[in-house]
């Protein structure tokens, strides 16, 4: 997207890719680069190596480590770090409750957990979501009441992503039973070690643990774990999920698929000539990589935006990124699967194999599980039925 | 990064605005239409006098000097009152290709009048077995005792029904291709309306007496570089034409009245009026990408992004354009009514130049968009 890119923007890019390609491991980047997952060592390293040179949390305010970027900076430092294959800073720190704590924490909880947050000395995890509280968030149920300096905290969170590593949990909790759904949420934060936290991981389709249930009986949690107000989480909630408005769409790693597939295809023959060059399969690829780039341009359209009036306005054309974005990057997991055809069919943990067997194809291991995972995309973060509606909302004005 | 307009191009676009805001409204567009010609000469006069006719040409040849990025600017809004005037015929293709590829004397005798408005261009290089490739043609010119002489047939000519000079392309003794302007006196015409109303004709050239347009061996790529601006402005044309769709559409949903409601409060329309805006966004995002890749000097980077944006605005085109009739419903048929007039415009610019599939095996023929 270099056209849109002023010198000035391109030399920063240019910046970050040497950054992003010499200071993280390559042991790192070449396993994700193989469709692998990373390890919680894997991004812990990343994320502290970044912390180390300013660049865990670039957006946050700069007494707390930000750099005052432009959002333009902030989403090529996002590409780059994509594009080369690094594990990006845990999101569940540095885009959630990163910035609610900074926005709207009292100085003694931002020095309490900023730093380590920062550093991912501590690892956080989300619990918003309950068995009756997806779409309809504000209905959620686990109470917190008030016994003296302690919340005792009762009910359920599910779907919680990488609780099984996780320190600590953010969680919203009813403190106000008889206010309106959402007037009586209040922002609380749980140390998944107190008593009373259980975790129960949930498998899922592709074979993989990645999120899980966690339980609260009886937990009693300080009330200065409480952030900002009480009864007004519903706000902060509301601010956190704003600021996923660009990032979600991360373009950057929908188009390192697509470079990737476009490799492996250059290296599967199909009678005399590759599959890249086969013109039904080519089409496809091309029509994706026409839809990827102009979801890029939408993306830099939404944070031009930003530079010129500010992040406050909300824009229906957020909604366009993740519903088309989404869209996209399963469009392109979906094309993996197409390139390996009957090599991606069997389940493997990993790509080893016995002697005297040929070494397993790029993909082999990942294409389908990561298909049947990224169903995920149009789910999360307001599902696709929630962005039509707030599209609609927008347009029809009602 | 900037991707707004500047201030000089949103002065222009307000200018352009104001003028057809005045004088084409739907019911205004319907009379021309319908009149003998198909489109107002006194509006051309008004785009002359605007600057519009000579927007890109040089100030020697009566023109503002401006860059292709502000034709861009124009079309948008042309797209979004459906303009039927011969501009693309004339300023986009004939004007520019005689900019491009013409001698400073062709230039001076050509460009002031086209500038002015009192001479109409087309460009001739369709032919019936052609389809969309420049090279694949039976035109021929033919030069004896120093003069040219071009003969064959063309098809599809916008602006064909009206042009005092057409500018063809056709083969020479050498087998080269090349460019030629031939007075429209010279020629016989089959002219007709094209579906979107645009002025057409097929033109038939019997040894028709020519002119080579600056000359015929650096032809070609000035052809090509001009149909990548074309191309582009044509993706900004068609933005503002489904602009208007998705407005149109959102209005009659909220006013339409059914089962003692409007029928906005159906979610079935709903979403898929969301999913117009989806569309229109997506193709407004390439068609932006066009315009900034004008001013790119690579020409492959250029030619691909330009291309690109034309696969994914004919894509959104299409399915704005249907769904725009449909949740209109029968209304939506009737030629009184504006919506499926910008259908058929979109229609037929997305058989303009190059259809979708043609662009996507460029496309993917040149290594995609995506690479290292």
């Known amino acids: 997207m270099d056209i849109a890119l002023s010198k000035e923007e391109r030399a920063f890019a240019e910046r970050m890719r040497t950054f992003f390609t010499t200071e993280i491991p390559a042991d790192i980047r070449s396993r994700l680069a193989r469709g692998e997952h990373a390890t919680r060592e894997d991004i812990v390293t990343s994320q502290r190596i970044m912390n180390e040179h300013g660049l865990a949390v670039p957006h946050w305010p700069t007494e707390w480590g930000g750099q005052g970027w432009t959002p333009v900076q902030r989403h090529l430092h996002a590409e780059e770090m994509l594009l080369a294959h690094v594990p990006p800073p845990l999101a569940f720190n540095t885009q959630m409750v990163g910035p609610v704590i900074a926005t709207f924490g009292s100085q003694e909880i931002k020095e309490r957990f900023l730093p380590k947050t920062a550093n991912l000395d501590i690892w956080w995890c989300q619990g918003f979501s309950e068995p009756n509280a997806g779409s309809d968030l504000a209905s959620l149920k686990t109470t917190a009441v008030r016994e003296g300096d302690e919340y005792v905290v009762n009910g359920q969170k599910t779907w919680t992503t990488l609780g099984q590593w996780a320190d600590w949990i953010f969680c919203l909790v009813r403190t106000d039973p008889d206010a309106k759904k959402q007037r009586g949420i209040s922002f609380l934060l749980i140390d998944m070690a107190t008593p009373g936290v259980t975790v129960r991981p949930i498998q899922l389709i592709d074979g993989g643990h990645e999120v899980n249930e966690v339980f609260f009986e009886n937990v009693r949690v300080p009330a200065e774990n409480l952030v900002g107000q009480e009864n007004a989480g519903w706000d902060y909630a509301k601010f956190l999920l704003g600021n996923e408005r660009t990032g979600v769409v991360a373009v950057g790693q929908t188009k390192a698929r697509i470079k990737r597939i476009k490799r492996i295809a250059a290296e599967t023959k199909v009678g005399d000539r590759t599959l890249l060059d086969d013109p039904l399969f080519r089409a496809k690829l091309t029509r994706l990589e026409v839809e990827v780039t102009a979801i890029e341009m939408s993306v830099l359209r939404v944070l031009d935006a930003e530079g010129r009036t500010g992040s406050g306005k909300p824009d229906p054309v957020s909604s366009v990124l993740k519903l088309k974005g989404s869209e996209l990057q399963q469009e392109a997991t979906e094309l993996l699967v197409d390139v390996l055809g009957p090599a991606a069919l069997g389940y493997r943990e990993t790509a080893d194999v016995p002697d005297g067997f040929a070494e397993l194809r790029d993909g082999a291991v990942d294409a389908l599980p990561t298909y049947f995972n990224w169903r995920k995309a149009s789910i999360y973060s307001g599902s696709n039925e929630v962005q039509r509606t707030i599209i609609a909302k927008a347009i029809l004005k009602f | ?372």
């Open chain 2, 1 to 372: 990064m900037e991707l707004d307009l500047t201030d000089e191009q949103r002065m222009l676009a307000d200018a352009v605005k104001s003028l057809l805001d005045k004088r084409y409204d739907a019911n205004a567009r319907l009379a021309l239409l319908q009149s003998d010609e198909g489109w107002s000469r006194d509006l051309w006069k008004q785009y002359a006098e605007l600057g519009l006719l000579g927007l890109t040409f040089d100030e020697q040849y009566g023109g503002a000097g401006m860059g292709v990025g502000e034709l861009a600017v124009v079309m948008e809004q042309f797209g979004r009152a459906l303009v039927l005037e011969p501009f693309v015929a004339t300023v986009v293709l004939g004007g520019q290709l005689v900019a491009a590829a013409g001698t400073p004397e062709q230039k001076a005798a050509i460009l002031p009048g086209v500038a002015g408005g009192e001479r109409l261009l087309a460009f001739a290089a369709t032919e019936a077995n052609s389809r969309w490739s420049l090279t694949d043609l039976e035109t021929t010119a033919t030069q004896s005792s120093g003069s040219w002489t071009v003969s064959g047939e063309k098809i599809a000519v916008l602006g064909g029904d009206v042009a005092d000079t057409f500018i063809v392309t056709a083969r020479t003794g050498d087998g080269s291709i090349g460019l030629f302007l031939v007075s429209g006196d010279a020629v016989a015409r089959d002219a007709y309306k094209q579906q979107d109303g645009l002025g057409g004709a097929d033109v038939l050239f019997t040894d028709a007496a020519a002119e080579p347009l600056g000359s015929v061996a650096d032809a070609l790529g000035h052809v090509e570089s001009v149909l990548d601006v074309a191309t582009a402005v044509l993706c900004s044309e068609a933005v503002g034409a489904m602009d208007r769709m998705l407005w149109l559409t959102v209005d009659y949903l909220k006013t339409r009245q059914q089962f003692g409601q409007p029928i906005s409060v159906f979610q079935a329309l709903q979403f898929r009026a969301a999913d117009m805006f989806v569309s229109l966004e997506q193709a407004r995002s390439m068609a932006l990408m066009a315009r900034l890749a004008l001013a790119d000097d690579d020409i492959a980077g250029r030619r691909r992004a330009v291309q690109a944006a034309k696969i994914q605005v004919d894509g959104s085109s299409r399915h704005v354009g249907q769904e725009a009739i449909q949740l209109h419903g029968g209304i939506g048929m009737t030629m009184e009514y504006p919506v499926g007039h910008y259908v058929k415009r979109t229609a037929v610019i997305a058989k303009t130049f190059a259809d979708t599939d043609t662009l996507v095996e460029a496309v993917g023929a040149g290594g995609g968009l995506i690479g290292d």
